[in-house]
Nanobody, 114 residues
Framework: QVQLVESGGGLVQAGGSLRLSCAAS????????MAWYRQAPGKQREFVAAITSGGMTMYADSVKGRCTISRDNAKNTVYLQINSLKPEDTAVYYC????????WGKGTLVTVSS
């Protein structure tokens, strides 16, 4: 059974930080590239960051230098640390594989106030 459970979102002021977590079922986590995506109000879902099973990372230009993606393979969990948050980071954040599966979790809402 596929499970993706995101958490850690909230309301923060611009310049603040958040650490998002995603617990994934083991059958999709262990060998896959895991990624974070986000969908802002009225916009399409977009890629944020990804990490391979070996720890190689890649980031969207919009978050490069402000985000760190990491994973704990023993816990089937992927994390996203976001620093220097901006109002334009406001979105629902989702984790998934990369490329993404058709199944999506509920996401976690990040709201950044100016």
């Amino acid at each position: 059974q596929v499970q993706l459970v995101e958490s850690g979102g909230g309301l923060v002021q611009a310049g603040g930080s958040l650490r998002l977590s995603c617990a994934a079922s083991g059958n999709i986590f262990s060998l896959n590239v895991m990624a974070w995506y986000r969908q802002a109000p009225g916009k399409q879902r977009e890629f944020v960051a990804a990490i391979t099973s070996g720890g190689m990372t890649m980031y969207a230009d919009s978050v490069k230098g402000r985000c760190t993606i990491s994973r704990d393979n023993a816990k089937n969990t992927v994390y996203l640390q976001i620093n220097s948050l901006k109002p334009e980071d406001t979105a629902v954040y989702y984790c998934n594989t990369r490329p993404a599966m058709n199944y999506w979790g509920k996401g976690t809402l990040v709201t950044v106030s100016s």
